[in-house]
């Protein structure tokens, strides 16, 4: 009973705060008629924030005029989220953003002589309080921190599965992460915080965001939540038996997963110039440079990713009826030049959901992009009035 008075007043206090964190501040009876809440439950929540001092009166305008009512402003540049970046191998990011996403500070550091997660959650701490800790305000809050991983987080035991870079397999990564900052983690991979993050902006109830880089991930914001399933599994395309059968899945082992034929290594397979012991990152701009020069020599890998591309997406449009799908990662690159042929297939395979105004979008954003996604999840699980939380 009392769990469910303060889970309301949490809920309360969120539908306040969402209307002025990227906003102006707004008097109470504007909150109260653009949130639907009684005025009376409008003062309440504001004095239980202004006590917290996460919200406070502003006074503007000229006060012998009349009686002007106060507004009610957000502090988001005191409460801060600290963003963790794996996904690349060798490679930690770290950064420290407002609850206005803005980016106070963002770096990242090499990590390849670290061997076990332990010593790179230690790592970030150590260079988290030498560098970015100087950059926040004094009397900042950390709210939490989110750990973006190549990996899925299985929520029945909370470790790491699947994953990309081996030795996060298997990790309790959040209660690490947790326990080494003495703050709330909050683990998952890029895609899903990227589709968080756009749900944020686009204030939309249906979105896919198709992240493919070195693997294929998906998340899937459906009827306004995120899509886990069961154990954390849900939304998982890699091994969708839709590519080419003679290709071998390096990750499952099956033939014929979309994965193996649209992931950066299979893609670099074309590039005429690839060499085995460079960076991927670096051949990859070289190769679309080469693609944007001579496209017609292309015109075939061109026209079967897009075809292929075009196939998965027409099913996650037919199975979630997004308004939004975003492709983002290194195929975001490499999207004008096989538009044509995705877009031929979404036509014939997807004209209910078109007919509807379904829009897409390609998108690339390296590391930068992730830690808004990381800061409008940890947002999103804050319990502002817990003051255990804080
Ligand atoms: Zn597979």
Redesign the pocket.
């Known amino acids: 009973m009392i769990n469910d008075v303060v889970d309301l007043k949490n809920k309360n206090a969120k539908i306040v705060m969402d209307l002025i964190r990227f906003g102006d501040p707004l008097t109470k009876k504007e909150i109260s008629e653009q949130s639907g809440l009684s005025i009376t439950t409008v003062s309440t929540i504001c004095s239980d924030l202004k006590a917290l001092e996460i919200v406070s009166d502003e006074k503007s305008g000229n006060s012998r005029v009349g009686r002007i009512p106060s507004r009610i402003a957000f502090h988001y540049e005191r409460f801060l989220v600290i963003g963790v970046d794996l996904q690349t191998d060798g490679t930690v990011g770290i950064a420290v953003t407002n609850l206005r996403n803005e980016i106070l500070f963002c770096h990242s550091y090499d990590i390849s002589s670290l061997e076990t997660a332990e010593e790179i959650a230690a790592f970030t701490k150590e260079q988290f309080l030498a560098n970015a800790a100087s950059c926040a305000p004094e009397d900042a809050c950390y709210i939490g921190i989110g750990i973006s991983v190549p990996a899925i987080y299985d929520a029945t035991n909370a470790c790491l599965v699947s994953s990309s870079i081996e030795k996060y397999e298997g990790v309790p990564m959040k209660a690490l992460f947790s326990r080494c900052f003495g703050l709330p983690a909050y683990v998952d991979n890029s895609s899903n915080f990227k589709a968080i993050s756009v749900h944020t902006i686009h204030k939309l109830d249906n979105i896919v965001c198709l992240d493919i880089s070195q693997g294929t991930g998906v998340g899937i914001i459906c009827n306004g939540g995120l899509l886990r399933g069961k154990n954390g599994y849900g939304g998982e395309v890699?091994?969708v038996p839709i590519g080419d059968p003679s290709l071998k899945?390096p990750?499952?082992?099956?033939y014929g997963?979309i994965?193996?034929e649209l992931q950066l290594e299979h893609l670099l397979s074309f590039y005429p110039d690839f060499v085995e012991s460079r960076p991927f990152y670096a051949q990859w701009t070289d190769f679309m440079d080469c693609i944007r020069k001579k496209q017609e020599l292309f015109q075939p890998m061109l026209k079967r990713s897009g075809y292929l591309l075009g196939c998965l997406g027409s099913i996650l449009v037919n199975l979630f009826d997004p308004s939004l799908f975003i492709i983002s990662g290194y195929m975001a690159d490499l999207f004008p030049f096989l538009e044509d042929h995705f877009m031929g297939q979404i036509e014939k395979r997807c004209s209910l959901s078109l007919a509807r105004g379904l829009t897409f979008q390609a998108e690339n954003y390296h590391s930068g992009g992730i830690y808004e996604g990381i800061c409008d999840t940890i947002y999103n699980e804050w319990s502002p009035l817990d003051k255990n939380n804080r």
């Open positions: 890699a091994h899945c990750s499952c082992g099956s997963c994965e193996a």
